[in-house]
């Protein structure tokens, strides 16, 4: 920017670097999406099509933003996960919420066509907002991972049986409403069995589960602990170990750095619909908290 004596206004920019070593979340909302899954008739409890395009958007900006490591997504909100030794944009909660906003957005009207042929978007136009969040150890990572896919199962769970009672039961919503006000996960489960001969663990794991995005490397074998001599001692990685340290981030080579970046620039993209509050979705992706890419599996 050229000196000039309108340059003082720039002091009225404030900062808002987060704080270093610690894990930024940057979680998208949609904005609206009651009117827009009314107006393009989405399906009631869910719609594969709907959440399918959300997750074709969460591939689409892992892919523009190899600094983050993870994502979860349920309904039309979606959580992006950047490592604690991020540095993009200086940390700034501002470039890193509008970026992820403006990519996730971009992506979700471009690819649209492709999951609601039949009906084209008009105005207004779907849009999302975002928020960032500091997370000071692996541990407060996993716990919000959790808690937002054990808020997928609650949700999920309730809405299936709500809309069940509309669309085989004959009621209204105000009497399904009433019908499941106090009620239990047990309860919900019953009513569904009962009256509808619908066993909820047979429900889509997408429904049940939400969506996980990460890059996919060669992943570790799983332990048949049941054959094991003796029982493996749990690793602090995946809890609050070495991955929590407080020491200052080391900084790669040049060349280290783009070697990083063109392995995962290669990795594909996966998205899974597994639990993510158990140890096992971690130890066997041990790459997701080291922030390390790990082995590109052979081509086949």
């Not at 066509?113 to 009906?119: D, L, N, R």
């Amino acid at each position: 920017m050229a000196n000039s004596k309108y340059e003082y206004v720039r002091a009225f920019e404030q900062p808002d670097c987060l704080l270093p070593n610690t894990w930024i979340v940057v979680r998208i909302d949609g904005r609206g999406f009651h009117k827009l899954s009314a107006k393009y008739e989405f399906g009631k409890p869910n719609d594969r099509r709907a959440l399918d395009l959300m997750n074709a958007a969460a591939v689409g900006v892992m892919k523009e933003l190899p600094d983050l490591v993870v994502g979860y997504g349920v309904s039309d909100e979606y959580s992006f996960v950047f490592h604690k030794d991020c540095v993009l944009f200086e940390r700034r909660a501002s470039k890193l919420t509008t970026t992820i906003v403006s990519t996730f957005t971009s992506y979700y009207v471009h690819l649209w066509q492709t999951y609601f042929p039949s009906t084209p978007l008009s105005p207004p136009l779907p849009s999302f907002d975002g928020r960032a969040v500091v997370y000071p150890s692996v541990r407060n990572l996993r716990d919000y991972m959790s808690w937002r896919q054990v808020d997928c199962h609650i949700n999920n769970l309730y809405n299936t049986t709500f809309w069940t009672l509309i669309q085989q039961g004959g009621m209204d919503a105000k009497d399904a409403e009433k019908e499941l006000q106090g009620t239990l996960s047990s309860d919900k489960n019953e009513i569904l069995f009962s009256r509808f001969g619908i066993n909820y663990n047979n429900e889509p794991e997408i429904f049940k589960k939400g969506s996980v995005v990460f890059r996919e490397y060669e992943i570790n074998p799983l332990v048949d602990q049941s054959s094991a001599s003796v029982a493996p001692k749990p690793n602090p990685q995946f809890h609050e170990g070495h991955t929590d340290s407080t020491d200052a981030p080391q900084k790669l080579s040049k060349s280290a750095a783009e070697k990083d970046r063109k392995t995962k620039a290669k990795a594909k993209i996966a998205v899974e619909h597994i639990d993510i509050i158990k140890d096992d979705f971690w130890g066997r992706r041990p790459w997701i908290l080291s922030g390390q890419p790990g082995k590109l599996p052979k081509e086949t």
